[in-house]
């Protein structure tokens, strides 16, 4: 009877202990419950200005030569007005309106209807159906993986146009550059408002949502963390992947073709630019099933932050190396554009081995051999919603012993390696870098924080056998 009375108080135990555990996982794995004072500020600024920020960036190329401080000096001296500015930016078209509408159709039907076929004849490539990781309600989605047939149809579409059809001229982005991002600000706003709306009365998984009781922060960081249409339209993998990168390289080639038009060559720094972009786009569709374990899938809710930032921040920011070589033409002489070749193709071949490495050790749970010998780890625990509890590796060998987020490093390489081809006449293409730079130490904090919430006391052992984040020896 004793011993009777003995198990059942311990089994009460163990349930208590794993519904604060799972209290403890739900209000610290993933996005944030309450906000502070700072996160609350930085969202008003984000949601005030990132908005006005693209806006100057894309009319400084357009009326100012790409010059960032000539619009702010023509401002304070008097010589404009806000208002002649504005005058003098192209507005909504119907044109414009009309491309916009059907490339997105285009990259849902894409998305949506055409099963993928590529993982069946590319060696190596993985598509078609996969898992994403474990959500914190326990949930483990399915994606139909097709991006990089998405990309290789709409450049086949894009080369043919441009060689035989000539239904449009491959200056048409450039051309419509300024009234597109009218639309694409108009989709960003219209699919974030609609994820809010979405999450408050309809969630896909209710256990899978957060809510701050702050309307800015809940609007931005978003609530759902995996919205969906029926069972495979995902927000979150369609408009991280798509229309915004898919569209990258076409802007880049429009870019080109301006060039051409206006100057009669394509400069060896707009090939670089292609090429060097083109590498990092079609690297993220060869390996979209792996995207599904990172940061953006496993721990990001989609709000304004993802659903604006793709449709607009993406396409119009990080493609500014091309849109300022169309405005100032640069030929780099044979030693400097070796230079940066070398070092994008370097960041690239770290960026891409670092997260081979990771991507290996996943796959096999450490049954592998990095760098010539088995990997070191260390074996790490935490809990879901439901209370299930999960156990986790993290590799401290190969390049993730220098660095616990070394594929960063070269992301960084390859970030400095477009803006160098740009020379050094202006500030405006080195934008890139400097929110990179920015942009990724954010996360790399915001990424260890959520690890220390969802490991504990093992991250401390991990952070203690890989003490640096990005730089081995200095941060």
């Not at 994606?143 to 441009?162: D, K, M, R, S």
């Not at 920015?438 to 790399?444: D, P």
């Amino acid at each position: 009877m004793a011993a009777h009375q003995e198990k059942k108080l311990a089994e009460e135990r163990k349930h208590q202990n794993m519904q604060n555990g799972t209290k403890a996982s739900q209000g610290q794995w993933g996005r944030a419950w309450e906000v502070d004072w700072f996160s609350l500020a930085s969202i008003l600024f984000l949601l005030m200005f990132a908005p006005l920020i693209v806006y100057y960036f894309i009319m400084s190329c357009d009326q100012y030569q790409c010059s960032l401080t000539d619009p702010l000096l023509d401002l304070l001296a008097g010589n404009k007005h806000l208002s002649d500015i504005w005058n003098r930016t192209p507005t909504l078209t119907s044109r414009a309106a009309g491309i916009y509408s059907l490339w997105v159709i285009f990259q849902v039907f894409l998305y949506m209807s055409i099963p993928d076929f590529c993982h069946k004849f590319l060696p190596g490539y993985v598509g078609g159906i996969q898992e994403g990781a474990v959500t914190p309600a326990g949930v483990v989605n399915k994606y139909e993986i097709n991006g990089l047939q998405a990309w290789i149809i709409t450049h086949v579409l894009w080369f043919a146009n441009a060689s035989w059809f000539h239904f449009f001229s491959p200056t048409i982005i450039f051309d419509n550059w300024i009234p597109l991002l009218w639309c694409a600000n108009i989709l960003g706003y219209a699919v974030s408002t609609f994820a809010m709306i979405k999450g408050h009365f309809f969630p896909t998984n209710a256990k899978d949502c957060k809510f701050t009781g702050n309307f800015f922060y809940d609007y931005m960081m978003g609530i759902e963390f995996n919205p969906r249409i029926g069972k495979w339209f995902d927000f979150k993998l369609f408009f991280n992947g798509r229309p915004g990168i898919v569209a990258w390289t076409l802007i880049n080639l429009s870019f080109a073709a301006k060039q051409q038009e206006l100057y009669g060559e394509v400069t060896n720094s707009m090939i670089l630019v292609n090429i060097l972009q083109g590498i990092y786009v079609l690297d993220f569709f060869w390996n979209e099933a792996w995207y599904l374990k990172t940061i953006d899938i496993c721990h990001d809710h989609f709000g304004w932050y993802l659903g604006w930032g793709d449709c607009v921040w993406l396409p119009y920011l990080y493609t500014l190396q091309g849109l300022y070589l169309v405005y100032h033409p640069v030929q780099l002489c044979t030693t400097h554009a070796v230079g940066v070749l070398m070092l994008g193709l370097l960041g690239y071949y770290i960026f891409r081995m670092t997260n081979h490495q990771k991507d290996l050790f996943r796959r096999t749970n450490g049954n592998c051999r990095i760098w010539g010998k088995k990997p070191e780890y260390i074996e790490c625990s935490y809990m879901s919603v439901d209370g299930t509890k999960y156990y986790s590796k993290l590799m401290t060998s190969g390049f993730w012993g220098w660095a616990r987020h070394f594929n960063y490093t070269g992301d960084l390489m390859g970030s400095l390696a477009y803006c160098l081809a740009c020379g050094f006449e202006h500030i405006l293409p080195y934008f890139y870098i400097i929110y990179m730079t920015i942009l990724l130490t954010h996360r790399c904090i915001r990424d260890e924080h959520r690890c220390c919430s969802k490991y504990g006391k093992d991250w401390k052992r991990y952070t203690a056998a890989v003490p640096y984040r990005l730089l081995p020896g200095i941060f």
